[in-house]
């Protein structure tokens, strides 16, 4: 497909437990965004990729939250040791690395957190 | 603090009449702002977007506005349409200084009624 995609769709988890979502971009956008959406707000950015690089991950909750994309193009978030905080919307963007581009979301992975 | 704030939360129209959906900002550096819709279960899909050196543009039934010096933008969809029925986020971005992440509003929830 010519979308963002990711996977898993949902994903259930238990307290304690590690998660790894996957993000797969449009084919030849450079740039890679991770956000998280809860419940009835707009989405907040996590961290960003050119590339390969991480070139801001201001937006990570905690330790726990790691991103990694080493070959500039797949992205995984993983989570570890997940708690019930952790449960929301995990949406991945996609965009060219050029000014006043549009980033395209993928349909996101729902976390939840027993 | 809330850097894009949208302060409506749902709005109802009737079928062929104009819908404006408002966005303010707070953050003067800002100098991309677009506009998602969303459905449920679904991304944000990319609608429309204004560049700061404009003030408007459009694209079909939809116009965006842009007023710096007010730091508002609005969404107008003329004529609506049941399903145009959907959240709409505006998202703000500074390329230079933030790498093109966004910052998204809580959202507004428009229904089209027929």
């Known amino acids: 497909g010519a979308g963002v995609s990711q996977s898993p769709r949902y994903k259930v988890a238990k307290r304690g437990q590690d998660v790894a979502l996957r993000c797969d971009p449009i084919?030849?956008?450079?740039?890679l965004f991770w956000y998280q959406q809860a419940l009835g707000q707009g989405p907040e950015f996590l961290t960003y990729?050119?590339?390969?690089?991480?070139?801001?991950k201001s937006g990570l909750p905690s330790d726990r939250f790691f991103a990694e994309r080493p070959e500039g193009s797949v992205s995984t978030l993983k989570i570890q040791r997940t708690q019930q905080e952790d449960s929301a919307v995990y949406l991945c963007a996609s965009s060219r690395d050029r000014e006043h581009q549009p980033q395209h979301f993928g349909d996101g992975t729902r976390l939840s957190i027993l | 603090d809330q850097q894009v704030k949208q302060n409506s939360p749902s709005l109802s129209v009737q079928e062929g009449r104009i819908s404006i959906l408002n966005c303010d900002y707070t953050?003067?550096?800002?100098?991309?702002f677009l506009w998602y819709k969303k459905y449920p279960a679904e991304g944000p899909t990319f609608l429309i977007s204004?560049?700061?050196?404009?003030d408007k543009n459009e694209d079909g039934r939809f116009t965006v506005f842009l007023n710096k010096s007010a730091k508002h933008l609005s969404l107008h969809i003329v004529p609506s349409q049941p399903g145009d029925s959907a959240v709409y986020f505006c998202?703000?971005?500074?390329?230079?200084?933030?790498?093109?992440?966004?910052?998204f509003g809580q959202g507004t929830e428009l229904s089209v009624k027929p």
């Open positions: 998202a703000a971005s500074s390329f230079y200084n933030q790498g093109g992440k966004l910052i």
């Open positions: 953050n003067s550096m800002f100098d991309y």
């Open positions: 084919s030849g956008h450079v740039s």
């Open positions: 204004i560049s700061s050196i404009k």
């Open positions: 990729f050119q590339n390969e690089a991480q070139l801001d």
